[in-house]
């Protein structure tokens, strides 16, 4: 265990965990808020509550917190350009609108190459894209020995036709992480566009979309501690490039165009203050750090401590009898996955599984969480699809052995009826 991970310290922070007996296991569909999220969403309340461009206080304090979301969102992401920010009320929604923009800019016959790893919301959005500009889906499986998308596999899909590459970072469901970097290169080896779903890669790990190479790259707030609110990161040459649909007198800047309606400010104060919280948890742990060091610092400490867990996890889950882990479970390679853990269980419905493990305080999702490509390609049925528990830093060694209990007493329950 990492023993220097102050998760204790870490809980106290989120007002909805603090000493509550529920195990926190939902995180990969939406993760709890620390206070620093309250603090800054109520000041942005009290303080800039007004439409932007005008010339008193309130107007020029809701301009600044964008413009500081921009920024440190960016930052987050690797990039420096806060125009390059787009924010959006989901992954899915920004996803539907940038498939469509890039599908306007394409031939019929063009080629849109995705993976089965996908979350419906980098699926379905160039799916109906492609049938409504005249394009073609070609597909890549997952590997069914690394439980990832391989470059192999990849580059038999590419062609010089092939104008758009969609593709996750890590799994929702097995949480296999791709090899991003060498997806992109071979993408790029035939010039097309690359658009990464980091939806379940943001909250455990650094991301860098310059290293990368992509060219669009998504996530959301709500996955890593901040407020319901996308964000998608674009290369600024592309966006600039790509029709928006907007009303006439939009300002043309390259994320601007995309951002119909009124600014959500106190979404974009929440996510500065969930930035907030990772640079002071950062600085605690690494007091010469501040600003994005400090974030890196705090995640990077996180993954420590959420890998050690996971390792627990699994290890425990695997080991009860009619559990499988749909995933990589080898423990030499857990280094390619998030901690996004799903089983299959052949003896208990997860529907039931999930309600008996709610009874015991442990909250996990079932069913097929949106990724019912690769439970299409596995054989497995959509409907009962899987058991997943995801786990945050905020999570202890106690709750995934209260999981495991949960788990292995729902077992012996349906051993003992049959």
């Not at 690797?78 to 940038?98: H, K, W, Y």
């Given at each position: 265990?990492?023993?220097n991970?102050?998760?204790?310290?870490?809980?106290?922070?989120?007002?909805?965990?603090?000493?509550?007996?529920?195990?926190?296991?939902?995180?990969?569909?939406g993760?709890?808020?620390?206070?620093?999220?309250?603090?800054?969403?109520?000041?942005?309340?009290?303080?800039?509550?007004?439409?932007?461009?005008?010339?008193?206080?309130?107007?020029?304090?809701?301009?600044?917190?964008?413009?500081?979301?921009?920024?440190?969102?960016?930052?987050?992401?690797?990039?420096?350009?806060?125009?390059?920010?787009?924010?959006?009320?989901?992954?899915?929604?920004?996803?539907?609108?940038?498939?469509?923009?890039?599908?306007?800019?394409?031939?019929?016959?063009?080629?849109?190459?995705?993976?089965?790893?996908?979350?419906?919301?980098?699926?379905?959005?160039?799916?109906?894209?492609?049938?409504?500009?005249?394009?073609?889906?070609?597909?890549?499986?997952?590997?069914?020995?690394?439980?990832?998308?391989?470059?192999?596999?990849?580059?038999?899909?590419?062609?010089?036709?092939?104008?758009?590459?969609?593709?996750?970072?890590?799994?929702?469901?097995?949480?296999?992480?791709?090899?991003?970097?060498?997806?992109?290169?071979?993408?790029?080896?035939?010039?097309?566009?690359?658009?990464?779903d980091?939806?379940?890669?943001?909250?455990?790990d650094?991301?860098?979309?310059?290293?990368i190479?992509?060219?669009?790259?998504?996530?959301?707030?709500?996955?890593?501690?901040?407020?319901?609110?996308?964000?998608?990161?674009?290369?600024?040459?592309?966006?600039?490039?790509?029709?928006?649909?907007?009303?006439?007198?939009?300002?043309?800047?390259?994320?601007?165009?995309?951002e119909?309606?009124?600014?959500?400010?106190?979404?974009?104060?929440?996510?500065?203050?969930?930035?907030?919280?990772?640079?002071?948890?950062g600085?605690?742990?690494?007091?010469?750090?501040?600003?994005?060091?400090?974030?890196?610092?705090?995640?990077?400490?996180?993954?420590?401590?959420?890998?050690?867990?996971?390792?627990?996890?699994?290890?425990?889950?695997?080991?009860?009898?009619?559990?499988?882990?749909?995933?990589?479970?080898?423990?030499?390679?857990?280094?390619?996955?998030v901690?996004?853990?799903?089983?299959?269980?052949?003896?208990?419905?997860?529907?039931?599984?999930?309600?008996?493990?709610?009874?015991?305080?442990?909250?996990?999702?079932h069913?097929?969480?949106?990724?019912?490509?690769?439970?299409?390609?596995?054989?497995?049925?959509?409907?009962?699809?899987?058991?997943?528990?995801?786990?945050?830093?905020?999570?202890?060694?106690?709750?995934?052995?209260?999981?495991?209990?949960?788990?292995?007493?729902?077992?012996?329950?349906?051993?003992?009826?049959?």
């Amino acid at each position: 265990m990492n023993s220097n991970f102050p998760v204790d310290l870490v809980r106290s922070q989120f007002p909805a965990i603090g000493n509550s007996e529920t195990v926190y296991f939902d995180n990969p569909a939406g993760t709890q808020l620390p206070n620093q999220v309250f603090r800054a969403m109520q000041k942005a309340g009290v303080d800039a509550t007004a439409n932007l461009g005008g010339a008193f206080a309130r107007s020029i304090a809701a301009g600044e917190e964008l413009a500081r979301a921009e920024q440190r969102a960016a930052a987050f992401l690797g990039a420096n350009d806060p125009e390059e920010i787009v924010f959006g009320p989901s992954m899915t929604e920004l996803t539907f609108q940038m498939s469509r923009a890039i599908a306007r800019t394409l031939s019929p016959g063009d080629e849109i190459v995705l993976t089965n790893q996908e979350h419906e919301g980098n699926f379905s959005p160039w799916l109906l894209a492609a049938k409504d500009f005249g394009l073609v889906i070609r597909r890549v499986e997952v590997d069914p020995e690394s439980w990832r998308v391989e470059p192999s596999a990849l580059e038999e899909q590419l062609s010089n036709k092939t104008k758009v590459v969609a593709l996750n970072y890590a799994s929702n469901l097995t949480g296999s992480i791709n090899d991003v970097h060498a997806l992109t290169k071979s993408a790029k080896s035939v010039g097309a566009l690359v658009y990464i779903d980091a939806v379940q890669f943001a909250p455990h790990d650094i991301v860098d979309v310059k290293s990368i190479g992509c060219d669009f790259l998504v996530c959301s707030a709500y996955k890593f501690y901040g407020p319901h609110l996308g964000v998608l990161w674009g290369r600024k040459n592309v966006l600039n490039d790509l029709p928006a649909d907007c009303v006439a007198c939009t300002v043309q800047h390259p994320n601007a165009k995309f951002e119909r309606g009124t600014p959500q400010y106190e979404l974009h104060a929440s996510l500065n203050g969930c930035l907030d919280y990772f640079e002071d948890l950062g600085q605690l742990l690494r007091p010469e750090t501040n600003g994005t060091a400090a974030i890196h610092a705090a995640l990077e400490a996180a993954k420590l401590h959420e890998d050690t867990l996971c390792e627990r996890l699994v290890s425990g889950l695997k080991d009860i009898p009619g559990v499988s882990i749909f995933g990589i479970s080898d423990p030499s390679k857990m280094k390619f996955r998030v901690p996004t853990v799903s089983l299959i269980s052949s003896t208990v419905p997860h529907k039931v599984l999930a309600a008996q493990l709610a009874s015991a305080g442990v909250n996990v999702w079932h069913g097929h969480n949106y990724a019912i490509r690769i439970l299409e390609q596995f054989g497995h049925d959509q409907n009962n699809g899987v058991c997943r528990f995801g786990i945050g830093h905020y999570n202890s060694a106690n709750d995934v052995d209260r999981a495991i209990t949960a788990v292995a007493a729902a077992h012996d329950k349906s051993q003992a009826v049959a």
